[in-house]
Structures are given as structure tokens and as C-alpha cells.
């Protein structure tokens, strides 16, 4: 059964098997058979994949090594002894739905080494990572003849630092009643957390092996080093002045081949014109290539290039200072950009100060979905700055994708809050403008920058009144709460608290909201409650904390969750 939440029972499968007999025959189907399988099945057809394929994508699993496959492997094999002999199979994909791993067996079921929907139809993996959340697939859902007598459950791994997908964790059996939960739910679930965790722990090992690298390497004012993994980067202040985009863009890919390719460090010289020449050198750790240091020298004539543009928006860490200066160097080419993030990260107040955002006409899709009124404005080369794009109406995201199909450059700024899976409309165009999308860090993942925000969102004291100062313990309980409402829900403290003070002197840990004064869990948590307090973190966030909506999501009842709450607080 194609499900991410419980439910007391699903179709029938006898039905379920008529009505694929029918669809395959081209036959009208019955009644009451859900939409998504249905769409599921006319997918495999579109894609070519024959019903009776008698061999599906074959071959030893995938060897080649992965920081997925490096974190999962000890988890899973730990776990493998426990699916018992010829009764269940353990399988680990990366997000392309490519083989990576697999222990167990089922009589009949032979392997393969590509899940993908192109190769072998619908399938719990696939509907997995489309729906990042768990999923399962029972017998005559799937459009395979071979796959008619198995049932499956699967689970997406999520990168811990920025929440995208990386792989899946399946467990497949012989077919089930096709009522969830899948009896190996709760193993795919306790193993995709592992996963997270043991990925969460070496991404904070590899992150210190950087930041050791750029230390050792920059050492004094004057020395021009970039530390760079393809994802995050260290700049000396001589490096930020000495670097192009350009010239950044071309060390990023380095970064990138040497870690992903095993390619030399030389692999991807500095274009021309650069200014300056780049002597890199691979970081590892644990064996494995993570980054690349690269000292640069200017060239004899190097001419001194234009400073780039610059926002007055606040924050120096190293997460908002990389996406600024991206959101600057993309917007610089006045093509669509994408500025996502979760609810009050700064995207709009961003847009309004990249070029062309100032003057860009200023458009609510959740005030007005159909933007009927844009396509002259972006047709005529007008910028547009568009809100919330994850509210448009279907029509307004086809007309749009319409559009800049004729006019790819069109000025147009975009700010997206990742949430509820997209239609296929707008992930066209969420796919569309992907190279062109800067993703804004949560406040949680830059607290550093709390104290620089904190005079810069106070309103201005009344006559007579002092700004806000604060106390130790006060910025201590600030930078270490989550701020699921991210740098609007920190002004809106800010603002309370500047406009409603009745005592005077720096503000003390006592007078913040009580979430904020009450900080995070005290206790220790393993790696598994870690991993799961994560998971249900990053959902209440995805649905703005109503907790309702989360327990939906996470297949579990609302007591359950206020029950793991209170423990992680305790």
C-alpha cells in the first residue's frame, strides 16, 4: 500500500490485481482504484518499462564508495544478521535510486542494482524519495509481473546538514495483507536514523579535519587560502579579495571531481583572466578525500578586479556569507533566481537588494496565484520579484514554466519555503531554475550571527529609553534555542521585549519567552533518539509547528509525539 501514514486498512489487493489485469489489457478500470497507483502504473508505460520484464537491471552491487555508503555500511551490517534466512532483504540506494548495498534474501526475488522508476516502474524506493517520507508498495501495486508476491517499505536517509535527500533504506518480504504499517516499518525506520546519525557524526568530524586544514594553511593576514568541499567554504580575507566568481566557481568544481572522482588537484585550473594562480592540495580524513587547499599567489600583472556588490544585510558567518555571495554572483546575469529556505530566513528582504530587486515589481502568490498580470512585465524584461511560489495555483505555475520557455532570461526573483511535496508543475520549474537556486540557511545553523542581528532588528527605543543590552546567560539561551520561525520569530522578541520592558538594565535570561529560557534537552540522547529528534524537529518546522500535521507526516499519533517531546526535554 503507497502510504506514509497509518491507516486501519487500504484497497483490497484481490481488486487491486483486477484492475491492473484491466489496465495492462487496456480495459476500463473499476471503481475505487486510488489515484496514485493508477498514475504510478501509466508512468511505467511512459517510460517504456515492459510488465513481464523477465530481467530486471542486473549485476554485482554498485562497489564504489560513497559518504553514504561509508556511514551506512557498519550500521547495516550490524542490522543484517536480523532479517532471518530467505525471509526479508535489506537494501540501501543512493537518491538516484542506484543500488549501493544489500544483504538478505527472498525465495525469487533476484537482485537488482538500479531501483529507478525507468528501469523498473513504481516501486517504495522511488515513491520514497519523491515524497521524502517513509513509504510502502504491496504486490499488485507494483507494474512489475515479477515484483506481484512482494511487499516493501522504505525510508529516505536525509543529508543532516541541509535536509536533501540521499539515498533510501528498504526493507522488502513476501507480500504482506497490504494494511500499513509494513511489518519491517519500524526496522526501515530504526535503520535510516542510524544512518542520519553516523552521517551527522562524520560531516562534524570532516567539518573540524577542514577547518584544521585552513588553520595550518593560513597562517597570518596576508596569506590567500580557500578551503573548499564542493559545499562549504573557508576564505582568508586576502582570498575573498583575490577571488572572482569566476575563479571561485572553478575551485568549487575542483573540490567537487577531486572528492567525487578521485581526479588530481590540478584537475580544474583558474580560468583566464583570473589574476592569480592556485597551488591545491587534497584534505582526507579517514581515508577518503572531503575538500581541497588551495593557496593562491597573484600573478605579476594582475590587474585589481571590480569589488563585487554588496547587501547591508546582517551576518558574518561563514552559511550566510557563502549564500549571499552566491545569491550576488547568480542575480549579477539578471536570469530567474530562486531564493529558498524556511519561513523567515531573510529570502524577500534578500531579493529586495540584489540588482534589479529594488525595482523589481513586488507580487504575494498567496494573495494572487494565477499571475496573470506578470507574463508582460517578465516578457518586456521588467524584474519581478515573486513570493512564495510554493502558493501559486496550478494555471499560474504552467503559465509561468510556458513562459520562460521563451524567455529563459527572463528578470525574475523567486523566493520558494520548501513544505509539502510540489505538484509536477512546480517541480518542472523548481527543477528548471535548480542551477540558479540558492538555498538560505536556518538562524539554528548560524547562531553565531544572533548577536550582530540582535541591535540591527531592535526598534528604535522611545524617547527617554536605552536600547536593549544583554546579559551572558541571556545570549547563551538565545544562540542555543532551535528559532523554528527562524530571524522573524528572533525580531519578534526582539521587538516585544524593546516595546513591553518594564525593567531596566540588560535583559536577563528570566525575561525571555519561556521556550527560549527553558533551552534545549539537558540529557544526553543517543545516536538513535538524536537522529529521531532531528527527523521530528525538521517536520515540525516543515509544517510551521502545528503538531497535528506533524504526527500525520511522521506516521505516528499525536500522543506519541507529545510523549517524545517531553523525553527529549527531560
Known amino acids: 500500500m503507497t502510504t506514509t501514514e497509518q491507516s486501519p486498512a487500504g484497497p483490497a489487493l484481490p481488486p487491486l490485481r483486477l484492475a491492473r489485469?484491466?489496465?495492462?489489457?487496456?480495459?476500463?478500470?473499476?471503481?475505487?482504484?486510488?489515484?496514485?497507483?493508477?498514475?504510478?502504473?501509466?508512468?511505467?508505460?511512459?517510460?517504456?518499462?515492459?510488465?513481464?520484464?523477465?530481467?530486471t537491471a542486473t549485476g554485482p552491487v554498485r562497489p564504489a564508495e560513497s559518504p553514504l555508503l561509508g556511514a551506512a555500511r557498519p550500521v547495516l551490517e550490524r542490522i543484517a544478521p536480523a532479517l532471518g534466512a530467505g525471509r526479508s532483504?535489506?537494501?540501501?540506494?543512493?537518491?538516484?535510486?542506484?543500488?549501493?548495498?544489500?544483504?538478505?534474501?527472498?525465495?525469487?526475488?533476484?537482485?537488482?542494482?538500479?531501483?529507478?522508476?525507468?528501469?523498473?516502474?513504481?516501486?517504495?524506493?522511488?515513491?520514497?524519495?519523491?515524497?521524502?517520507?517513509?513509504?510502502?508498495?504491496?504486490?499488485?501495486?507494483?507494474?512489475?509481473?515479477?515484483?506481484?508476491?512482494?511487499?516493501?517499505?522504505?525510508?529516505?536517509?536525509?543529508?543532516?546538514?541541509?535536509?536533501?535527500?540521499?539515498?533510501?533504506?528498504?526493507?522488502?518480504?513476501?507480500?504482506?495483507?497490504?494494511?500499513?504499517?509494513?511489518?519491517?516499518?519500524?526496522?526501515?525506520?530504526?535503520?535510516?536514523?542510524a544512518v542520519e546519525a553516523a552521517l551527522l557524526t562524520r560531516s562534524r568530524t570532516a567539518e573540524r579535519a577542514l577547518?584544521?586544514?585552513?588553520?595550518?594553511?593560513?597562517?597570518?593576514?596576508?596569506?590567500?587560502?580557500?578551503?573548499?568541499?564542493?559545499?562549504?567554504?573557508?576564505?582568508?580575507?586576502?582570498?575573498?579579495?583575490?577571488?572572482?566568481?569566476?575563479?571561485?566557481a572553478a575551485l568549487e568544481r575542483t573540490a567537487l571531481a577531486v572528492r567525487q572522482q578521485d581526479l588530481p588537484a590540478d584537475a580544474d585550473r583558474l580560468p583566464e583572466g583570473a589574476g592569480c594562480t592556485a597551488r591545491m592540495t587534497p584534505v582526507r580524513h579517514e581515508g577518503a578525500v572531503i575538500g581541497v587547499v588551495a593557496v593562491l599567489h597573484p600573478l605579476a600583472d594582475a590587474v585589481r578586479r571590480v569589488p563585487r556588490p554588496s547587501t547591508t544585510l546582517t551576518g558574518s558567518s561563514v552559511p550566510w556569507r557563502h549564500a549571499v555571495e552566491r545569491a550576488l554572483d547568480l542575480a549579477g546575469s539578471r536570469e530567474p533566481l530562486v531564493l529558498s529556505g524556511e519561513r523567515g530566513t531573510g529570502k524577500t528582504a534578500l531579493a529586495r537588494q540584489l540588482p534589479g530587486g529594488s525595482s523589481a515589481r513586488i507580487v504575494d502568490a498567496a494573495e494572487n496565484g494565477r499571475l496573470d498580470c506578470l507574463h508582460s512585465d517578465l516578457a518586456q524584461g521588467r524584474p519581478v520579484l515573486l513570493r512564495h511560489a510554493e502558493r501559486l495555483a496550478q494555471p499560474g505555475v504552467a503559465a509561468l514554466n510556458s513562459l520562460l520557455d521563451t524567455h529563459p532570461d527572463a528578470p525574475l526573483l523567486l523566493t520558494y519555503t520548501p513544505g509539502t511535496p510540489p505538484g509536477p508543475c512546480l517541480q518542472r520549474l523548481l527543477d528548471t531554475l535548480a542551477a540558479r537556486s540558492v538555498a538560505l540557511p536556518a538562524l539554528r545553523e548560524r547562531p553565531e550571527d544572533i548577536r550582530e542581528l540582535l541591535p540591527a532588528l531592535a526598534?528604535?527605543?522611545?524617547?527617554?529609553?536605552?536600547?536593549?543590552?544583554?546579559?551572558?546567560?541571556?545570549?547563551?539561551?538565545?544562540?542555543?534555542?532551535?528559532?523554528?520561525?527562524?530571524?522573524?520569530?528572533?525580531?519578534?522578541?526582539?521587538?516585544?521585549?524593546?516595546?513591553?520592558?518594564?525593567?531596566?538594565?540588560?535583559?536577563?535570561?528570566?525575561?525571555?519567552?519561556?521556550?527560549?529560557?527553558?533551552?534545549?534537552?539537558?540529557?544526553?540522547?543517543?545516536?538513535?533518539?538524536?537522529?529521531?529528534?532531528?527527523?521530528?524537529?525538521?517536520?515540525?518546522?516543515?509544517?510551521?509547528?502545528?503538531?497535528?500535521?506533524?504526527?500525520?507526516?511522521?506516521?505516528?499519533?499525536?500522543?506519541?509525539?507529545?510523549?517524545?517531546?517531553?523525553?527529549?526535554?527531560?
Not at 534474501?105 to 537488482?112: D, N, Q, R, T
Open 211 to 248: 577547518l584544521d586544514a585552513y588553520r595550518r594553511a593560513a597562517q597570518g593576514p596576508d596569506h590567500a587560502v580557500a578551503v573548499l568541499d564542493g559545499r562549504n567554504r573557508l576564505l582568508s580575507a586576502a582570498a575573498e579579495e583575490m577571488l572572482s566568481p569566476q575563479a571561485l
Open 459 to 570: 526598534p528604535r527605543p522611545a524617547p527617554g529609553r536605552t536600547p536593549l543590552t544583554w546579559t551572558l546567560d541571556a545570549l547563551r539561551a538565545l544562540e542555543q534555542y532551535p528559532w523554528p520561525g527562524n530571524v522573524t520569530e528572533l525580531a519578534h522578541v526582539v521587538r516585544t521585549l524593546t516595546e513591553h520592558r518594564r525593567a531596566s538594565g540588560p535583559v536577563r535570561r528570566a525575561e525571555l519567552p519561556d521556550p527560549v529560557r527553558e533551552g534545549p534537552a539537558a540529557r544526553h540522547l543517543s545516536a538513535m533518539e538524536h537522529a529521531e529528534r532531528t527527523t521530528i524537529l525538521d517536520a515540525l518546522r516543515r509544517h510551521g509547528g502545528n503538531k497535528a500535521r506533524t504526527a500525520a507526516a511522521l506516521g505516528i499519533g499525536r500522543a506519541t509525539l507529545y510523549r517524545k517531546l517531553r523525553g527529549y526535554q527531560g
Open 89 to 193: 532483504r535489506l537494501v540501501l540506494t543512493d537518491h538516484r535510486l542506484r543500488v549501493l548495498w544489500t544483504a538478505g534474501s527472498i525465495p525469487g526475488l533476484e537482485p537488482c542494482s538500479d531501483l529507478s522508476e525507468q528501469e523498473v516502474g513504481n516501486n517504495s524506493a522511488a515513491l520514497a524519495v519523491r515524497t521524502r517520507r517513509r513509504a510502502e508498495m504491496h504486490g499488485p501495486e507494483h507494474f512489475l509481473d515479477r515484483w506481484q508476491d512482494l511487499s516493501a517499505v522504505s525510508v529516505p536517509v536525509l543529508a543532516p546538514e541541509n535536509g536533501q535527500v540521499l539515498g533510501t533504506v528498504t526493507v522488502a518480504t513476501a507480500l504482506c495483507d497490504g494494511c500499513p504499517p509494513h511489518p519491517g516499518a519500524a526496522l526501515a525506520e530504526a535503520a535510516a536514523g
Open 21 to 55: 489485469e484491466r489496465f495492462l489489457t487496456g480495459r476500463p478500470l473499476p471503481d475505487g482504484v486510488p489515484d496514485e497507483v493508477v498514475a504510478a502504473w501509466r508512468r511505467a508505460r511512459f517510460f517504456g518499462v515492459p510488465h513481464d520484464l523477465k530481467k
